[in-house]
């Protein structure tokens, strides 16, 4: 297989019928998908979908049980991350008893491509104190130390596995705007995991829906989003489109909002048809997909 | 890679060094009060310094990291896996190898000095002499550090690792010092059943087993030495021709001399130090084995 585009730049991940299996069963099945590059890449699903799976299989923590991935044109093996690949994963783990600028220094020990000075940038721009122990900081902050870990390598793929999970919402819009910035300004390919569909939204440009361990959507956002259509109408009129061909329902007291492929935009009155935000198609691909897993 | 080692294992490299400086000042402290009287307590420090060692140092190396969550952020570096486990492993090795080795000496110089009237008036097989003499206490330092270490990677809990090294630790060491006269091999001696003296165990030697021989040189079996025995003994002086009447001719001793301490020490080292290599190379392969 030709992991590598013809302008010769590897692609950051390319998966081929990936799965893993555990004891449970199947984390992850049958997945193949691409991560282009340049894009900052939601990972979205249910607890239990994959993705920490996912992102795990791009470390090389993990070893696929079925299929194959490569990270840069590389096999991930268990020596270690991918040079190029910087992972944060959910618990954001730091040494607590380290200062902040020890935390760097270590950066700076393990990592041949480290960049001690916009490492000292991004925690500076926290106003995270550089001699204030690790263990003594706010989540906050810990994360901006840890993204300042990761970034600091400099980076072509940035993965991060539910990086805002425990921090309030205004830290979360901090952080998440720090870390579009310098995906954008250092062409960082970004894999974010996250449950927070509504901050996604502003940020990615690439959807990657994951569901009972399966690829349920993969694509651009703007082209996701042009494919389908938001039917809005009385909740007491007949569904005008067949039941199969509805992907997500929502009913509240007056209207019903259907999500349906753009091809059946055109049913006529009472029903308007209207633009879906990337949230309310997620969502509804994820209610889907918790819909087969039950039946 | 090494200063990451080194200060994420800070405390422990101070402890060492605590227990180095307190050890060594209470040595000599305790040498120069007592004389030899107090240099079995000497000995006993050094015969526990590797459990302690396997235990607090070997034993929460990786699980503590495991614990903590803190592999990930070692292993999500441009470092590979073994390198990161190697530094580790040779900077907790190495200063408590150092450690061991100093108190060791330390110790052995008061037991030369405390001569005949201290602990060498067994022999270097008995009491606490073999556990603290030779390469004895580096390879069970090893074999503890190393065993800590593996269970903590294999567990990734401090506490079972802890208990891992202990049980492990104490179950081995006490099989194989019930093995020490299997280590090397034993002088056969025979001699006349008159020279009793001989047989018996005498303090400096270590007896790999004894019987008596009949009158062509042939083993006796214990049930006929039991009953022989039983019959001559009451008899007091008249006891050796005796049992010459009976048919043990002669006594048969298989002894270690004191002269293959030094052998066997090395026999032992080998098996300890050997496990520790083991042991060491499966802590690897746990660290690096993608599950």
Known sequence: MNWQRPSGRAVPVIAEGLGKKYRRGWALRECSVEIPDNRIVALVGPNGAGKSTFMGLITGMLAPTAGQISVFGDRPQGNGLHPAVSYLSQAKPLYKDFTVAETLKLGAKTNPTWDQKYAEYLVEQAQVPMKAKVGTLSGGQRTRVALALALGRKPRLLLLDEPLADLDPLAREVVLRTLVTEARNQGITVLLSSHVLAELENVCDHLLLLGNGEVQVAGDVAELLSKHVVLTGPVNAPVPVPQQKIIGMTVDEHRRRLLVPVELAHVGQPWAPSAPRLGELALAYMRRSALEKAA | ?291
Not at chain 2, 185 to 190: I, K, N
Request: hydrophobic share 55%; proline share 5%.
């Open chain 2, 1 to 291: 890679m090494t200063w990451v080692a080194l200060r994420r294992q800070r405390v422990q490299l101070i402890t060492l060094l605590g227990i180095l400086v307190l050890g060594s000042a209470a040595i000599l402290l305790l040498r120069s009060i007592s004389g030899g009287d107090m240099v079995r307590l000497g000995q006993i420090g050094v015969m526990v310094l590797p459990l302690l060692i396997g235990m607090f140092v070997g034993a929460p190396l990786f699980a503590r990291e495991f614990e903590q969550g803190t592999h990930v952020l070692a292993t999500s570096q441009a470092q590979n896996r073994t390198r990161w486990a190697l530094g580790k492993i040779v900077i907790a090795t190495v200063p408590a190898a150092l450690v061991v080795l100093v108190l060791q000496w330390l110790v052995n110089d008061w037991v030369l000095a405390a001569g005949e009237a201290g602990p060498l008036h067994v022999g270097p097989y008995r009491g606490f002499n073999f556990d603290t003499s030779h390469v004895a206490p580096l390879s069970y330092t090893l074999f503890a550090l190393a065993l800590g270490m593996f269970a903590g990677a294999l567990f990734k809990r401090t506490l079972v690792a802890m208990a891992t090294t202990l049980g492990g630790f104490v179950v081995l060491r006490m099989a194989l010092a019930d093995q020490h006269h299997r280590l090397v091999p034993p002088e056969r001696v025979v001699t006349a059943v008159a020279e009793e003296t001989l047989v018996r165990p005498h303090n400096d030697l270590l007896l790999a087993g004894a019987g008596y021989l009949g009158p062509q040189g042939q083993p006796v079996s214990a049930e006929v030495e039991d009953v022989v025995l039983q019959a001559c003994l009451p008899k007091g002086d008249g006891a050796p021709s005796c049992m010459i009447d009976l048919g043990l001719v002669s006594n048969l001793a298989y002894r270690i001399p004191v002269t293959a301490a030094g052998h066997m020490h090395l026999v032992e080292g080998a098996i300890f130090t050997g496990l520790a290599a083991l042991l060491f190379t499966g802590t690897l392969f746990l660290l690096k084995r993608q599950t």
